[in-house]
C-alpha cells in the first residue's frame, strides 16, 4: 500500500500544471459523483420505507458541485425521481456543464 501511493505520488510530481488540475478536478467530480449517487439512493430507501427524505433542494444542488455523473446515475440506475422531469434535465444540464469546465480547461491551459 504504502509503495503504491509512494509511486503516486512521484507520478503526480512529473505532471505539468495543467495536468495537476484536470488530475485534481478528475478526482474531485469521482468523489462528488459517488457522494451524489449515495444521496440518491438513500433517498429511494427512504422512501421505500416511509422515513425522513432527503430535501430535494440538496438532491437538486449536487450534481452541481461537480457530482452530475453520479446524479445521472441516481436517477436511471436506482430509479429515483424519473417521473419529477426537472431532475433528469438538471442532471443533464450540469453533466453538460462539467463536460465544458473540463474541454475549456484542456484548450485554456
Same mark, same amino acid.
Given at each position: 500500500?504504502?509503495?503504491?501511493? *509512494? =509511486?503516486?505520488? +512521484? =507520478?503526480?510530481?512529473?505532471? @505539468? /500544471? &495543467?495536468? &495537476? $488540475? $484536470? ?12 457522494? @451524489?449517487?449515495? +444521496?440518491?439512493?438513500?433517498?429511494? !430507501?427512504? *422512501? !421505500? !420505507?416511509?422515513?425522513?427524505?432527503? &430535501?430535494? *433542494?440538496?438532491? +437538486?444542488?449536487? #450534481?452541481?458541485?461537480?457530482?452530475? $455523473?453520479?446524479?445521472?446515475?441516481? $436517477?436511471? @440506475?436506482?430509479?429515483?425521481? @424519473?417521473?419529477?422531469?426537472?431532475? #433528469? %434535465? /438538471? /442532471? ?8 465544458? %469546465?473540463?474541454? =475549456? ?5
Amino acid at each position: 500500500m504504502e509503495i503504491q501511493f *509512494a =509511486s503516486l505520488i +512521484l =507520478s503526480l510530481s512529473s505532471l @505539468t /500544471n &495543467k495536468e &495537476k $488540475i $484536470i488530475f485534481i478536478l478528475g478526482i474531485i467530480e469521482c468523489i462528488m459523483s459517488i457522494l @451524489t449517487f449515495l +444521496l440518491y439512493k438513500i433517498d429511494k !430507501k427512504r *422512501a !421505500k !420505507k416511509r422515513q425522513w427524505r432527503i &430535501k430535494e *433542494a440538496i438532491l +437538486l444542488l449536487f #450534481p452541481w458541485l461537480m457530482g452530475g $455523473i453520479g446524479g445521472f446515475m441516481g $436517477i436511471y @440506475t436506482v430509479r429515483h425521481k @424519473t417521473h419529477h422531469w426537472y431532475f #433528469p %434535465l /438538471n /442532471n443533464m444540464l450540469a453533466l453538460i456543464a462539467q463536460a465544458s %469546465l473540463f474541454i =475549456s480547461l484542456l484548450i485554456i491551459l
